[in-house]
């Protein structure tokens, strides 16, 4: 097949899901997802920079009289909250986004095919 017809029918689906109501959706649910979350976690890593730089003291105090500060709490706190906020994608990706862009890949592929 000439490459010009591919590529011109290749635009022509990506265009049809571009301007599909579920795509739309999409990028709706995927942006009212994403930027609360990635605002909530670069808020909590710069209020951890912060207290290490300018709150010493606090950061020095040590929980239940044991060798652990705060701030080794608060560093492996951030390695946990990387991790619970990854598996609430993952299970809001697998319920929200995945069965539209199931349909959208399904609208893609007969588009392509006409």
Known sequence: MDEEVVRER???AYEAVHDAADFKELKRRYKNFVVPWTIAFMAWYL???ACNNWARGF??????GSHINVALV???LQ???TFVIAALYGRFANRKFDPLAHGLNAKYKRERRR
């Open 59 to 64: 950061m020095d105090h040590r929980i239940g």
């Open 10 to 12: 290749d635009a022509r």
């Open 79 to 81: 390695f946990v909250s």
């Open 74 to 76: 608060f560093g492996l």
């Open 47 to 49: 209020a951890y920079v």
